[in-house]
């Protein structure tokens, strides 16, 4: 029997990512994320004995640039349609795969100028293999870049995240 968080759990996870590249207006700067992030667990219908759904309630982390403004990345919506996941593969020790389905919007705010907020092109992925459930600052990394648009531009990118290594763990 896998160890899972009970169904209708609501759980709360800190972030750090520190030393991210964000790529914005042909520089690229080097951030630290600090926020968290909250979900709850549902059946997964798909496997429902070695893992479950997790559905995000909420997601906020934020830096500074460089003395030039700030950027906050958040939850774009409500996560109707839950596709993250956390699995138990391993039994003995165990382990865990956990995958965070993230559409988020990003809200640059230059010193002195107005907010430019920008949305994921695709929803980021980021994964993680835990040995503990609940993460303990655990690494979680993206599967692939995340590309930045303006809502009403989708097909011209205008950021760009190449990595997001982001240590989770209970705040």
Known sequence: MA???PIGAEIPLSQLATNTPFEYQ???HTLDFRGGLKYRVDVNPNDPINSVRLQIVGHRVSAQMD???SITIE???V???AKSLLKQVQQFPPKYEQIFVLPFTATIQADGGEPVVLTTKEPALLKGTLTNYLP???LHVLEKPVDLVAPDAPHRVLARIPKF???M???
């Open 79 to 81: 996560d109707v349609d």
């Open 67 to 69: 003395g030039e403004g």
């Open 26 to 28: 042909g520089k690229t």
């Open 169 to 171: 763990g209970a705040p």
């Open 165 to 167: 290594p982001v240590k």
């Open 75 to 77: 939850q774009n919506d």
């Open 3 to 5: 160890h899972l968080p």
């Open 136 to 138: 303990r600052g655990d």
